[in-house]
């Protein structure tokens, strides 16, 4: 038991996540107080507009940095020891970057009051989609600095980068919500992490890995073919999610209430605190080692290995929040949020089954399998989207975490099957 314990502690993921521990806690406490803070000054209805900007805010952040974060990441990886092609890829990604963010920004400077009509359902957040525009470009240049990092292997820098971003956002969140209220509070959700783009300037700036002019190099468009097939991924990823979310809590508004969708709302936002700790270490860790990795018998070992640390860890914290959740209910949030306890059972089962099955979908990001990994993301979206409606129809608000679960559940199926090959036999 000893030594399947100092085996399990010997690999590089927990190394990887050991490091990350402190950026982990520090995130996850700063999101617990976070999400405290707003619920104190907010009802469910406020709770469900953030929950419509944070959905909103992310299509165009994907947009502006050109989905080509982990492309960057793999390509630095893979060149690091060639100066001249990894130089490439990072002048290419710069001008990616620089043009989609800037393009993005001025379309919701002048897409404000429209946005803000039709989003948060009232033109006097207009100024928040001209803050949102204006500081757009640094969150997308941050993303692309920290991609560099990220495939260079400097987890330190990389770790130190998230904890000021998570200190800095609880900042942004307790001061605005307390001094503005619901403005104050969309207002940090969407200006926050450009903020730490300064943090994470400063960090790579004495870096001897490469030089500023690298950045501004010339533009290849090898280098941007090459990236296309990952920001094809990622940008469809990080769009047909938060579009569908958006389009399940407009669901709920309309049919069961603001309220209730501002319930269904909290249930992600304790999702997101938790599974913060296993998106983040699997980010740092295992698509720079997938990449890596050569034959499928290698490939293999390294799934297999992520699975059993990955599903128990799962299964504890899911029997711990089902255990205490009417303490955590009220720790996070308050009394009047208690009609959730009854979204935990399938949130947390959805939960699972998301994890399990990002683990696979790494595979299709690192084999750069983008038509595969675009028809999954669709139909797997697609079914959340109509499960989610008809459980809603048939049980109320707990139909949206039946559907979330069911949805992950068919996606799981199909990654079993593209990689049953991979997964269950053997060279």
């Not at 001249?84 to 800037?102: A, D, E, K, P, Q």
């Not at 569908?244 to 909290?266: C, F, H, N, P």
């Not at 696979?360 to 690192?366: E, K, P, R, S």
Request: aromatic letters at 14%; one cysteine or more.
């Amino acid at each position: 038991m000893l030594l399947k314990l100092r085996k399990i502690f010997a690999t590089d993921l927990v190394k990887v996540s050991s490091l990350n521990a402190v950026a982990t806690l520090v995130r996850m406490l700063t999101g617990m107080i976070s999400v405290k803070v707003v619920a104190t000054q907010l009802d469910p209805k406020g709770i469900a507009l953030l929950g419509q900007l944070s959905s909103f805010s992310l299509l165009f952040l994907s947009l502006s940095t050109g989905g080509i974060k982990n492309g960057m990441t793999k390509y630095v990886a893979q060149y690091g020891n060639s100066k001249r092609m990894y130089g490439i890829f990072l002048s290419t990604g710069f001008w990616i970057t620089f043009v989609l963010s800037l393009v993005c920004g001025l379309v919701l400077i002048f897409g404000a009051n429209y946005f803000a009509l039709k989003t948060l359902k009232d033109t006097q957040y207009t100024p928040v989609f001209y803050v949102f525009g204006a500081t757009i470009i640094f969150y997308a240049l941050n993303e692309l600095l920290l991609s560099v990092i990220n495939g260079f292997r400097e987890f330190k820098k990389y770790v130190t980068v998230n904890i000021v971003g998570s200190v800095v956002g609880l900042i942004f969140t307790v001061v605005s919500s307390y001094t503005f209220g619901i403005f104050g509070a969309l207002i940090a959700l969407v200006t926050y992490q450009s903020i730490v783009f300064t943090v994470t300037l400063s960090l790579i700036s004495k870096s001897s890995r490469f030089t500023w002019q690298m950045f501004f190099g010339k533009f290849s468009k090898v280098a941007a073919l090459r990236l296309s097939n990952f920001s094809k991924m990622a940008i469809v990823s990080l769009i047909v999610l938060p579009l569908a979310q958006m389009i399940v809590r407009t669901y709920l508004i309309d049919t069961k209430g603001a309220d209730q969708a501002g319930l269904w709302e909290s249930m992600n936002r304790i999702s997101n605190i938790y599974l913060t700790v296993i998106t983040t270490s699997l980010s740092v860790y295992y698509l720079p080692k997938l990449a890596g990795l050569k034959n499928n018998t290698e490939i293999r070992q390294e799934v297999m290995s992520v699975y059993k640390l990955l599903i128990p860890f799962l299964i504890i914290v899911s029997l711990v929040l089902i255990v205490f959740k009417y303490y955590i209910i009220n720790i996070l949030f308050a009394e009047k949020f208690q009609q959730m306890q009854d979204l935990f059972y399938f949130q947390l089962l959805g939960d699972i089954l998301k994890m399990s099955t990002w683990v696979l979908g790494y595979l299709l990001v690192a084999k750069a399998m983008a038509k595969t990994y675009i028809i999954v993301e669709i139909v797997s979206v697609a079914l959340f989207i109509l499960f989610s409606i008809f459980f809603v129809d048939r049980f109320g608000t707990i139909g949206a975490t039946i559907g979330y679960a069911a949805a992950f559940f068919c996606q799981l199926l199909i990654m079993v099957f593209i990689f049953r090959k991979l997964l269950f036999k053997y060279e």
